[in-house]
């Protein structure tokens, strides 16, 4: 069975400091990952996947993931937060079709 | 492109009444999947339908239900509405139309907020 974890519900980061985000899966063979984002009254919004290739991915405003098999590990990062940072992010993994796994979410504050 | 569209966005209804919640996929998209999102319970998957075929069924009970139709449209439909059925209802659509495993972007709807009183 898979399973998403992320560390931490709360995120509070200031105003251009690193953004770091965890997350861990657990599965029996290699899975698909992706982060999404959610702001206030909307939907979810895809930052990027992880599929198959180069482990280190980039994606959508400044975010990057790294995937880590022998860590189980699909970590965001964003070197410098803005205030539009702000929003609830989503670590997933893929099961079936049109399945995501979601983990608990991780909500991020940005101070000035 | 016009994205996922779901109506209504907000909507209000009394404890045994029922629900009707559409959804319209991005053009081109034919699988079309449902996910329940709680404060307490986080995004849940309800059902995924292709091509007017339920494909995948999350853990609820017999009360929520789905269709799609010929178009790729989607219904979604909750009855005998209990106090726990709060929540934000999302629609997401994909093109993925084979294969064992859904490894494609899933593109979200804004959500149909639905209160229960």
């Known amino acids: 069975a898979q399973s998403v974890t992320q560390l931490g519900s709360h995120v509070s980061v200031s105003e251009g400091a690193l953004v770091l985000l965890r997350c861990n899966y657990s599965s029996s063979v290699p899975p698909y990952l992706f982060w999404y984002v959610q702001y206030p009254n909307q939907g979810l919004q895809l930052l990027l996947k992880y599929t198959t290739g180069a482990t280190l991915v980039k994606g959508i405003n400044g975010f990057e993931a790294e995937f880590k098999k022998s860590e189980t590990s699909f970590h965001l990062t964003k070197p410098s937060a803005h205030m539009s940072d702000a929003a609830e992010y989503f670590c997933?993994?893929?099961?079936?079709?049109?399945?995501?796994?979601f983990g608990a979410g991780t909500q991020v504050v940005v101070t000035p | 492109k016009a994205g996922v569209t779901q109506t209504p966005r907000y909507l209000i209804k009394t404890r045994g009444q029922q629900v009707t919640l559409s959804c319209s996929p991005i053009s081109g998209h034919r699988s079309v999947s449902w996910y329940q999102q709680t404060p307490g319970q986080g995004l849940q998957f309800l059902f995924e339908y292709f091509s007017e075929t339920q494909r995948n069924k999350g853990n609820f009970p017999g009360r929520f239900s789905g269709r799609q139709f010929s178009n790729s449209r989607s219904e979604m439909n909750v009855s005998t509405l209990e106090l726990g059925d709060s929540a934000l209802y999302l629609c997401?659509?994909?093109?993925?139309?084979?294969?064992?495993?859904?490894?494609?972007?899933?593109?979200f709807g804004e959500g149909s907020r639905l209160t229960v009183l």
């Open positions: 997401a659509s994909s093109w993925e139309n084979t294969g064992a495993s859904n490894t494609g972007e899933l593109f």
């Open positions: 997933a993994v893929s099961r079936s079709w049109g399945k995501l796994q």
